[in-house]
């Protein structure tokens, strides 16, 4: 089992930047793929980014540019860095894992493992 944890959720202004962490522990596996979606009433949920333990990253299309997904601490954090945040951004962000190819972190469908969320609230 993993069990992911995320940090550093809060509010900010549109334009501003936030960083959020998600912590992995348990059985990681040997190549993991970490990533992040996001969850809205209206949107419901959506694909942010991923990271694979080698470092190959893809990024859904309205945050290229903004934002960047980076690993940290053996590969065992998750990290978004979100620049020029929109207050589409807003919403609840979910930190994703899966032992298998990055592949597996690009739809919520073929994750294993889910952390609880950190909420983003952005004021205009």
């Known amino acids: 089992q993993v069990q992911l944890k995320e940090s550093g959720g809060g509010s900010v202004q549109a334009g501003g930047s936030l960083r959020l962490s998600c912590a992995a522990s348990g059985d990681v596996g040997s190549r993991p793929c970490m990533g992040w979606f996001r969850q809205t009433p209206e949107k419901h949920r959506e694909w942010v980014a991923s990271?694979?333990?080698?470092?190959?990253?893809r990024y859904a299309d309205f945050v290229k540019g903004r934002f960047t997904v980076s690993l940290d601490n053996h590969g065992n954090t998750v990290n978004l860095q979100m620049n020029t945040i929109k207050p589409e951004d807003a919403g609840m962000y979910l930190c994703?894992?899966?032992?298998?190819?990055?592949?597996?972190?690009?739809?919520?469908?073929?994750?294993?493992?889910w952390g609880q969320g950190t909420q983003v609230t952005v004021s205009s």
């Open positions: 990271i694979n333990s080698g470092g190959t990253t």
């Open positions: 994703a894992a899966a032992n298998d190819g990055l592949w597996r972190c690009l739809d919520g469908a073929t994750v294993d493992y």
